[in-house]
């Protein structure tokens, strides 16, 4: 008989997709040969994410493994949205039928399909085809507490959250302020809180939920999701924590300019700004990281990327004559490095010289973080980068706090930069010491759960079970 295939429908970001194809590939070592992997492709919307999916899909076609990518047909895009989420949700809700002709075109049995969080309208492709059906989530089991308890906050609370009297109770986390929830949910006339809601009634439908966290690093939700304290009491679908899910490459040969540059400096001195795919910095805002730096009287590594191009809608490679101010760069050659392009992230997170990390708080930036023991300064920007930046400091304790003005697109002042900066790095601060010793603990906890016998291997080899059963169930 074939072997059964677990079938992988991502969206095209990279912080989505490559997070995904991991932990495939981690489903399919644990499966020892029983499992194969089918991933289906969208045609990404525009032809710079066509471009970066293309390379993802190359790099995994060499890699060897039984991996098979198949591309569905191009959808054309919805024109009239508002807001990321309401884009995304309807993009792959368009797929419907392609997803379903692909499945039921495949010649080998289907163990399971795991979809991304934003994809929950295809949960009634998988009923009609009586495939199980798994939710991959990137974020946070934190932000996936949120999802849960949405519908019965929707209810609760009948102003706008930030109009709320008191703090949001999200079981298992302290108290949330409203001014740290995510992005879509500030504005309930929008397309995307109704599709934060939609995906929160629809997570209860799913097999199970596949979340990128380890047991130990959100003990506390993971056991009131457990429990139903999220859902009125309701058994949640069954939650598999199988990460954190770093994909770890070998470093560049010959080594990137960026880490050359850290090699000549001392051991835990650079604090290193970078703010995901995509953070970007108006001048106005550039100016301000510069004097906070400048005046911090740190070492720096600062990834600083200009605003975004109309046509790609990511950030362009920044102009630093013209984003900077003058005489910057001169007056900060000893100490700084300014990088106008992508950089490696996890190279540099993985240097000794690195001390900190200012980040926008997307979820895999702080895993990464995280797996390599670096305390951070978060600077949300958007999605659920708030909410992030909330538990970092208050839950998990990893962070140092920093004001940022939701109310001015996120701006931060210099005064403030150079405040967070020197609590994180300065040797005789007591809450940058704290963020320090809780990233170290945190670093073993997240390497001990991936390994044999850890909290993270033990719930993908329960998943691996799961899914081979329902494979048997499938191909009678």
């Not at 109770?169 to 929830?181: K, R």
């Not at 770093?246 to 970078?274: G, I, T, Y």
């Not at 970007?280 to 009287?297: D, K, M, N, P, V």
Request: charged fraction near 20%.
């Amino acid at each position: 008989m074939a072997t059964p295939t677990v079938v992988l429908l991502s969206v095209w970001g990279v912080g989505h997709l490559m997070s995904m194809l991991e932990a495939g590939k981690r489903l399919l070592a644990h499966s020892g040969g029983a499992l194969s992997l089918t991933v289906l492709v969208m045609q990404a919307p525009t032809e710079s994410y066509r471009s970066d999916v293309a390379a993802h899909v190359r790099r995994e076609e060499a890699s060897g493994l039984d991996i098979r990518f198949r591309h569905l047909p191009a959808v054309e895009p919805p024109t009239e949205y508002v807001g990321g989420e309401d884009f995304i949700s309807r993009f792959v809700e368009l797929h419907a039928a392609h997803v379903k002709a692909a499945i039921s075109g495949l010649t080998c049995p289907v163990a399971a399909l795991v979809i991304d969080f934003f994809g929950t309208t295809l949960l009634d492709v998988s009923r009609e085809l009586a495939v199980p059906c798994y939710v991959y989530f990137t974020a946070s089991a934190a932000m996936y507490a949120l999802f849960l308890r949405l519908p019965r906050l929707h209810e609760e609370v009948t102003v706008e959250f930030e109009e709320m009297e008191g703090n949001v109770d999200v079981p298992g986390l302290p108290p949330v302020p409203p001014s740290a929830l995510p992005t879509p949910m500030m504005d309930k006339k929008k397309p995307s809180y109704r599709w934060f809601l939609y995906h929160g009634r629809r997570f209860m439908e799913a097999q199970g939920v596949i979340v990128n966290t380890a047991g130990e690093l959100e003990r506390s939700v993971l056991a009131a999701i457990a429990e139903g304290r999220c859902t009125r009491g309701v058994p949640a679908p069954t939650v598999y924590p199988i990460g954190p899910v770093v994909a770890l490459n070998p470093p560049a040969d010959p080594p990137h300019e960026c880490v050359r540059w850290l090699d000549a400096q001392p051991p835990a001195s650079v604090v290193f700004l970078c703010f995901g795919g995509g953070g970007f910095s108006t001048a106005t805002q550039a100016h301000e990281i510069a004097r906070g730096l400048e005046r911090s009287g740190h070492r720096f590594l600062w990834v600083l990327r200009g605003p975004p191009a109309a046509s790609t809608g990511q950030p362009s490679d920044a102009d630093l004559a013209e984003l900077l101010p003058e005489g910057f760069l001169e007056k900060t050659k000893e100490k700084g490095m300014v990088w106008p392009t992508k950089a490696p992230q996890k190279e540099i997170l993985a240097h000794a010289a690195v001390g900190g990390f200012v980040t926008h708080g997307g979820w895999n930036s702080v895993l990464e973080s995280l797996w390599f023991g670096v305390p951070m300064v978060p600077w949300p920007l958007y999605a659920e980068q708030h909410l992030n930046a909330f538990t970092m400091v208050a839950y998990l304790g990893v962070a140092v706090a920093m004001e940022v003005d939701r109310k001015r697109n996120n701006f931060v002042e210099a005064s403030e930069l150079e405040r967070a900066v020197k609590t994180l790095m300065d040797g005789d601060s007591e809450d940058g010491r704290k963020a320090r010793e809780k990233c170290t603990e945190m670093k073993a906890v997240c390497r001990k759960a991936v390994e044999e016998g850890g909290s993270s291997y033990a719930a993908l080899c329960r998943l691996s079970e799961e899914m081979r059963k329902g494979a048997v169930r499938a191909s009678k």
